[in-house]
């Protein structure tokens, strides 16, 4: 049975063998068990708990698909973002020499990293396939750091439940619990398909959660943050994505 087929059924199991009070019952056992996502308790709230909790219990450490090359995208959709500016054309034009992502919050020490430091940590290569919530994907082999080795270089502190991460613009910006950053595939991208990262995928360096929709995979990072709560962030709902109708919880 595939993943999401699995996912209904276990979704669709729970909730209908519990009913409306089964449902209360079940986010509050997702509540003790730390499992209630940030944007857990408006009108989609229980369904939203529902579905990342069930990810959470029987699907932690399970790996998005990776396709054989033969599968990578003769021509890959890239999504129309906001302007970068001009001293982003500067940073571009000094071949991103100057780029830094600055690592702060709940860690050993804060850090900066540039793409040449990014490089001396382990890099990970994965075929893999974005998938926008409008409906279109493609496969594209991303290569990078894994966050897991970033957040290892800074000493994440116990306490830390969650990474935030940021757009060049602020514009876009969105966050992930520790089993999603710790995960092996979640990396930071700073080349696709043997070439650097083209700026219009993201380029100098994009995030990408390969077992989230394509909206966690956001382009242009340069500062991440790591925190117990999501309440100082933006309208507190985790990212921009529920502050526009989608859910922080976006796994596939
Ligand atoms: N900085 C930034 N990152 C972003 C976006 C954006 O508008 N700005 N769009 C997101 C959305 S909705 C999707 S589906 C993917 C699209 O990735 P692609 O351009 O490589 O197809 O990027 C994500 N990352
Ligand atoms: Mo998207």
Known sequence: MSKISRRKLVTAGLSAAAGVSGLAAAAKLAQRYGLVPPDGGGLYGPGATLTYAAQRLLTANSLAR??????ISKAPFANAV?????AFARL???GFAEWRLMLDGMIARPMSFSLSDLKQLPVRRQITEVVCEEGWSYIAEWIGTPLQDVLNAAGVLPQARYVVYFSYDRNWWDSIDMSDALHP???VTWAMNDGDLPVSFGGPLRMRVPRQLGYKSVKFINRMTVTDSLKGFGKGLGSAAPEGGYSWYAGI
């Open 82 to 86: 906001a302007p970068l500016g001009d």
């Open 185 to 187: 595939q979640t990396i």
């Open 66 to 71: 990776e396709f054989p090359r033969s599968l």
């Open 92 to 94: 571009q034009a000094g």
